[in-house]
């Protein structure tokens, strides 16, 4: 793990580039890097959230700048922009379900190529999907989700990258620490090795690249 500041992490994203972050309509969302994504104006991305958030929070920031060429997510509901986007064609949205969009994830975070689940069988979600049969039931194949960079917020980050986090800010950030090329963590407090009991722990250290440094 490498301390870095916000703008050099960001410097690290090219355009084009598929990012995951974390968050859940704004909470628990690496504000600082989606300021920073923002203000460098990088563009063409490839979005991996759970939602587009609202207006001027969390990654509807980037719908607002134009930044965000395709997305997976489970909606957009309250985000006028992207949908204004999606409806415009000027990007392309995978909208499924919450539970299949995690699982995804996790599937990519453990180096399996992707879930079989009963959700969206029977009807339009079918579509271009392989269907397994297994002990007289139907599934869909969904595959694993990866991307090139993971942002991710924690509450407490330690010295040498061990991660806890906060409540619901918890949602969708462990889990795509693990299923990117490239882990960058925005932490709200730093704090020496030993601060965040052992079993506190619950994104270890070895998964994060790069953490923001505050000041």
């Given at each position: 793990?490498?301390?870095?500041?916000?703008?050099e992490?960001?410097?690290?994203?090219?355009?084009?580039a598929?990012i995951?972050?974390g968050?859940?309509?704004g909470?628990?969302?690496?504000?600082r890097?989606?300021?920073?994504?923002?203000?460098?104006?990088?563009?063409?991305?490839?979005l991996?959230?759970n939602?587009?958030?609202?207006?001027?929070?969390?990654?509807?920031?980037?719908?607002?700048g134009?930044?965000?060429t395709?997305m997976?997510?489970?909606?957009?509901?309250?985000?006028?922009?992207a949908?204004?986007?999606?409806?415009?064609k000027?990007?392309?949205?995978?909208?499924?379900p919450?539970?299949?969009?995690?699982?995804?994830?996790?599937?990519?975070?453990?180096?399996?190529?992707?879930?079989?689940?009963p959700?969206?069988?029977?009807?339009?979600?079918e579509g271009?999907?392989?269907?397994?049969?297994?002990?007289?039931?139907?599934?869909?194949?969904?595959?694993a989700?990866?991307?090139?960079?993971a942002?991710?917020?924690a509450?407490?980050?330690?010295?040498?990258?061990n991660?806890s986090?906060?409540?619901?800010?918890?949602?969708?950030?462990?889990?795509?620490?693990?299923?990117?090329?490239?882990?960058?963590?925005?932490?709200?407090?730093?704090?020496p090795?030993?601060v965040?009991?052992?079993?506190?722990v619950?994104?270890?250290?070895?998964?994060?690249?790069?953490?923001?440094a505050?000041?």
């Amino acid at each position: 793990m490498k301390p870095v500041s916000a703008e050099e992490a960001v410097a690290m994203i090219p355009n084009g580039a598929s990012i995951m972050v974390g968050g859940f309509m704004g909470v628990g969302t690496p504000e600082r890097l989606l300021d920073e994504l923002v203000r460098q104006k990088k563009s063409g991305l490839s979005l991996i959230s759970n939602d587009a958030a609202v207006p001027g929070k969390g990654v509807g920031k980037l719908f607002e700048g134009g930044q965000v060429t395709n997305m997976i997510g489970t909606h957009i509901g309250l985000n006028p922009k992207a949908q204004q986007q999606m409806l415009g064609k000027q990007i392309t949205v995978d909208l499924i379900p919450q539970g299949t969009f995690v699982e995804r994830i996790r599937a990519g975070g453990c180096g399996l190529g992707g879930v079989l689940t009963p959700t969206g069988v029977g009807t339009l979600v079918e579509g271009g999907k392989q269907k397994i049969d297994v002990n007289g039931k139907s599934y869909l194949l969904e595959t694993a989700l990866r991307a090139d960079f993971a942002l991710v917020h924690a509450f407490l980050a330690d010295y040498v990258g061990n991660l806890s986090y906060a409540l619901t800010a918890r949602n969708f950030n462990p889990v795509m620490a693990m299923a990117a090329d490239t882990v960058i963590v925005t932490a709200e407090h730093i704090v020496p090795v030993g601060v965040i009991a052992p079993d506190h722990v619950v994104t270890p250290g070895p998964l994060v690249d790069y953490l923001v440094a505050n000041g």
